[in-house]
Structures are given as structure tokens and as C-alpha cells.
């Protein structure tokens, strides 16, 4: 089950039965399950304190995503700001929704063992975002 929140800001425009199949897809693509996933969609001020309090980091991000899988089944927690969000699109001269969705699927990538931060992993990530976008 695939649950969609927000905490002090405003619920983006998704589709959540759309949004939800197309995680499905994407995990399957990478031979994982859905279990349970929880978004919570908060403000750049609320992620800086998530960021602070569980990972002892002091900057803000558009995403964080905590990671209770079991073997194949996906499991987590994935924390979005939409300030972030917003900002990223008009930064990278995307879309709103296109960069909500690229934030919204590069959670679930996450969860499924894809990494972003050594070297090369950024390209890596990347390619697996666009396949999936593209399956949207």
C-alpha cells in the first residue's frame, strides 16, 4: 500500500491510483514488490528538520528517503519538500509536475538499491529516473 500526506503544505496534484500503478511498474521493472510506502510532502523548513533530527545533516534537500525493505519488497518512508521541488523545476527549466515526478519516483529507485552519491552512481541514477519517467 502506497500512502500520500502532507505536512504544512498543500497536496500536490497527483493522481494517486495512477502515481501508485506507475511505482508498481517501475519496482517490478526491478523485480521488487510494494509493500509499504508512505510519502509525506512538506515544506523546505520541515525537510531541514528531518534532515537535522535523523540523519544529524544541515542543509535542505528535495528528498529523503528512509529504507525498511525486506528482500524483494519495497518498504520506506519517503520525505519530498515541494519548495525544493519547485525551485529544482525552475533551476533545471522543467515542469512542476515533470520534477515532482522525478523526485516522487527517484525515492522508490532508492528503496530498490540504486544510489547516487559515489562516483558515477549520479549517471546511473539518473538513466534509471528518465526509464522510468518514460514508463509514466
Same mark, same amino acid.
Request: glycine residues 8%; charged residues 30%.
Given at each position: ?7 504544512? *503544505?498543500?497536496?500536490? #496534484?497527483?493522481?494517486? =491510483?495512477? !502515481? !501508485?500503478?506507475?511505482? #508498481? =511498474? +517501475? ?5 521488487? #514488490? +510494494?509493500?509499504? %510506502?508512505?510519502?509525506? @510532502? *512538506?515544506? $523546505?523548513?520541515?525537510? &531541514? ?12 534537500? $528535495? %528528498?529523503? !528517503? @528512509? /529504507?525498511?525493505?525486506?528482500? /524483494? +519488497?519495497?518498504?520506506?518512508?519517503? +520525505?519530498?519538500?515541494? $519548495?525544493?521541488? =519547485?525551485?529544482?523545476?525552475?533551476? @533545471?527549466?522543467? !515542469? ?6 522525478? *523526485?516522487?519516483?527517484?525515492?522508490? &529507485? ?6 547516487? #552519491?559515489?562516483?558515477?552512481? =549520479? ?12 514508463? &509514466?
Amino acid at each position: 500500500m502506497i500512502t500520500y500526506n502532507s505536512d504544512g *503544505v498543500k497536496m500536490p #496534484k497527483i493522481r494517486h =491510483r495512477d !502515481t !501508485t500503478a506507475w511505482i #508498481k =511498474r +517501475v519496482a517490478a521493472a526491478h523485480g521488487r #514488490k +510494494v509493500g509499504e %510506502i508512505g510519502y509525506m @510532502f *512538506v515544506s $523546505d523548513e520541515k525537510i &531541514l528538520e528531518v534532515n537535522r533530527q535523523y540523519l544529524g545533516h544541515d542543509y535542505y534537500t $528535495d %528528498i529523503i !528517503t @528512509f /529504507d525498511y525493505d525486506e528482500d /524483494d +519488497v519495497l518498504n520506506g518512508d519517503i +520525505v519530498i519538500s515541494l $519548495d525544493t521541488v =519547485r525551485s529544482n523545476a525552475e533551476k @533545471f527549466g522543467k !515542469t512542476y509536475d515533470d520534477e515532482l515526478h522525478r *523526485v516522487i519516483i527517484h525515492g522508490i &529507485l532508492h528503496l530498490c538499491g540504486i544510489n547516487d #552519491k559515489g562516483p558515477g552512481e =549520479r549517471g546511473i541514477m539518473e538513466a534509471n529516473e528518465n526509464a522510468a519517467l518514460a514508463m &509514466l
